[in-house]
Nanobody
Framework: QVQLVESGGGLVQAGGSLRLSCAAS????????MGWYRQAPGKGRELVAI???????NYADSVKGRFTISRDSAKNTMSLQMNSLKPEDTAVYYC????????WGQGTQVTVSS
């Protein structure tokens, strides 16, 4: 089992920045990939950013150039730096780890006001 805890969400004005963090604990072996999804009210969950075991990153088109995913394997943490936030970035953000099984955090709310 892997436990994930997100932190860093909150309320910010458009154009501002937030940094989300995800701390992992438990049986963390052979993590194939990790990343962030988000779910806005009335919408499905969408991929925001992903980083693979070898460090390859990929981003949703809507966040490219504004968001940066990073990880600290020694500390079992992952972060999402979000800059130039827009109201359409408002959502609950979930971190996930994929080890062959998928593990999810409880989610953290990000609200961007116009």
């Amino acid at each position: 089992q892997v436990q994930l805890v997100e932190s860093g969400g909150g309320l910010v004005q458009a154009g501002g920045s937030l940094r989300l963090s995800c701390a992992a604990s438990g049986r963390i072996f052979s993590v194939n990939s990790m990343g962030w999804y988000r779910q806005a009210p009335g919408k499905g969950r969408e991929l925001v950013a992903i980083i693979t075991r070898i460090g390859t990153t990929n981003y949703a088109d809507s966040v490219k150039g504004r968001f940066t995913i990073s990880r600290d394997s020694a500390k079992n943490t992952m972060s999402l730096q979000m800059n130039s936030l827009k109201p359409e970035d408002t959502a609950v953000y979930y971190c996930y780890y994929f080890t062959g099984s998928a593990y999810w955090g409880q989610g953290t709310q990000v609200t961007v006001s116009s």
